[in-house]
């Protein structure tokens, strides 16, 4: 009679079973550590949710109609500080990607500067960004003008100069081998190629910027995030209600026009 | 007469672009240039001085934040681990509710039409909520604290930890489990060794991108009482104490770029 087995199992090195061995028990490491460490004071914790519970989660599903006006008004400011912001950041991206791309500057020194910054403009919180610029030009939306630039440069520089260096390299030879100087190769090989991608990833990067903005009011950079820490301060929790609302709104609105037009353009 | 026939001949070549076309861009062009003007005026009414009061203003500031003041190192150095174990308890706590929220939204598996829909309407909503605002309403629930500020983390990671699962379900090759099913595996063993090797390898590289997230998230919610490192530097900033808070900022941009940098290499190992 036949017998039936199951297949070999593939064989592991001994170096790979020993890293998956001191992976795990890293991992378990973190975890006990963490969970150990961690002081959470869950007795007042609860206390707190069951005394507060009546006050705060009905209030937020009904909201003050009354503060309509007001909260769209600073909705309408959170988009304008998204739209600048975002706007500045397309265009300083721009010149960085190209840095940053290996396949334009030509040597690698350039392209590794142009990552570096990348990066460490990447690193930074949007918020801590907007505290830094509170600081600079004072409370107002301008400094979240400025924060949002600077913290979309970043990720949009990267997203850029992946796009540059994904593009046909043919024609760009072509038009050297036809003696097409720098700038011609520019307007005519590259540009034609990248456009579409760069707009497509600047409008997707708004539909973040939105999100963004509208907490930057939390430290004093405009936007509907002032009446967030104003609504929160007061506990009106109704008003909270009408913010969450109007949050909730927009940035549906927003991502979905955006979705509708990026799958236009490209 | 021969030269001006010439010339218009020249200007007849046809362009790249249709008259149409061009118009479109142009007014779309304007359109965009307007309202960034309008949103330059709008956000700079309320400065005082101006563009060029604030620029000159903003290297005197930047100055008052240098040297950044290293002796405060020892006395964040808590608050900062807060912060990271913060982040990893979020992470956890997410990336085990996510399963089935993802499985939910997933349209190859869950044929139920209805029940797709609520779910990614669920999560759509969920994601729209910034992180902070979460936060602030978790604040006024359960009081000041490390607990308001995880459960923010969890609430916000999981809107975009389910949508990108989901999005990994959706694309795996549905073949190997049409071929257990028919030989009679039952709903389990299907997903376990159907679905579950094919969705791994990406499920771990999403954690650890929600990670990095989180761990930018959280250093900021400090600010509206939900634990961590930003709410001391929110009392460093409001005693004008800025060498100590540029320490602060510091020692979070190495901790953002160490994590990010031991996650990066992780994915690269999966993958």
Redesign the interface.
Do not use: C, K
């Given at each position: 009679m036949e017998t039936y087995s199951l297949p070999p199992k593939p064989k592991n090195s001994l170096y790979k079973k020993v890293k998956r061995v001191i992976i795990t028990l890293l991992v378990i490491a973190?975890?006990v550590w963490?969970?150990l460490?961690?002081?959470?004071?869950?007795g007042?914790?609860i206390e707190?949710?069951i005394s507060?519970?009546h006050r705060?989660?009905p209030k937020?599903f009904n909201p003050d109609w009354g503060a309509t006006g007001e909260v769209a008004l600073s909705m309408l400011?959170t988009i304008?500080?998204a739209?600048?912001g975002s706007?500045m950041a397309a265009v300083l991206a721009i010149p960085l990607a190209f840095l940053a791309a290996h396949n334009m500057m030509g040597g690698k020194i350039f392209s590794t500067i142009g990552k570096w910054i990348l990066?460490?403009v990447r690193?930074?919180?949007d918020?801590?960004l907007a505290?830094?610029f509170v600081?600079?030009?004072?409370p107002?939306?301008?400094a979240?003008?400025l924060a949002i630039a600077i913290g979309s440069t970043g990720m949009l520089g990267k997203m850029f100069s992946e796009i540059i260096e994904s593009i046909d390299m043919e024609i760009v030879q072509a038009m050297e081998a036809n003696g097409a100087n720098k700038i011609q190769i520019l307007f005519y090989a590259v540009m034609p190629q990248v456009i579409p991608e760069f707009l497509s990833f600047a409008i997707y990067r708004f539909e973040i910027d939105i999100?963004?903005s509208?907490?930057l009011g939390?430290?004093g950079a405009?936007g509907i995030?002032t009446m967030?820490?104003f609504a929160?301060n007061n506990?009106n929790?109704n008003e909270?209600g009408t913010?969450?609302l109007a949050?909730?709104i927009v940035?549906?609105v927003i991502?979905f026009a955006s979705s509708r037009i990026r799958s236009k353009i490209v | 007469m021969t030269n001006e026939n010439n010339s218009l001949a020249e200007k007849k070549t046809p362009s790249i672009y249709p008259a149409k076309i061009k118009m479109q861009i142009t007014v779309i062009f304007f359109v965009?240039l307007g309202?960034?003007l309008?949103?330059?005026y709008?956000?700079?009414k309320?400065?005082?001085g101006g563009?060029a009061g604030?620029l000159g203003?903003?290297f005197t500031?930047?100055e008052k934040?240098f040297p950044p003041n290293l002796n405060v190192v020892p006395a964040i150095w808590g608050p900062m681990?807060?912060t990271i174990?913060?982040a990893?308890?979020a992470t956890?706590v997410a990336s085990i509710l996510t399963i089935p929220l993802a499985v939910l939204a997933a349209r190859n598996v869950t044929t139920f039409k209805p029940l797709y829909y609520t779910t990614r309407t669920f999560l759509?909503?969920l994601r729209?909520?910034?992180?902070?605002?979460l936060a602030?309403?978790f604040?006024?629930?359960?009081?000041i604290?490390?607990?308001?500020g995880?459960l923010a983390l969890i609430v916000f990671s999981l809107g975009i930890l389910a949508k990108l699962i989901s999005e990994t379900i959706e694309s795996v090759d549905m073949n190997p489990l049409e071929a257990m099913r028919a030989s009679g595996g039952n709903v389990y063993q299907v997903i376990w060794y159907g679905l579950v090797p094919q969705v791994l390898p990406q499920f771990t590289s999403l954690v650890l991108y929600v990670f990095e997230i989180n761990i930018?998230?959280s250093?900021?919610l400090g600010?509206?009482g939900a634990g961590g490192i930003g709410l001391i530097?929110n009392q460093q900033?409001g005693f004008y104490n800025?060498p100590n808070?540029m320490m602060i900022?510091v020692l979070?941009?190495i901790v953002?770029?160490v994590i990010?940098y031991i996650s990066n290499k992780l994915r690269e190992a999966l993958i």
């Open positions: 973190l975890y963490t969970f460490s961690i002081d959470i004071d869950w007042r914790a707190r949710a507060n519970f705060v989660i937020l400011e304008f500080i739209f600048a706007l990066s460490a690193a930074f919180p918020l801590i505290i830094l600081v600079a030009v004072g107002n939306a301008f979240g003008v999100r963004a509208s907490i939390i430290v405009g995030g967030i820490i929160s506990r929790w909270m913010i969450l949050i909730i940035v549906t991502d | 965009i309202i960034y309008f949103s330059m709008w956000t700079q309320e400065m005082v563009f604030a203003n903003m500031v930047i934040f681990v807060e174990q913060m990893i308890i956890t759509n909503i729209t909520i910034p992180d902070l605002v602030v309403i604040v006024g629930l359960f009081g604290g490390l607990f308001p995880i930018r998230a250093v900021v600010y509206v530097l900033l800025y808070a900022i979070i941009f953002v770029i990010e």
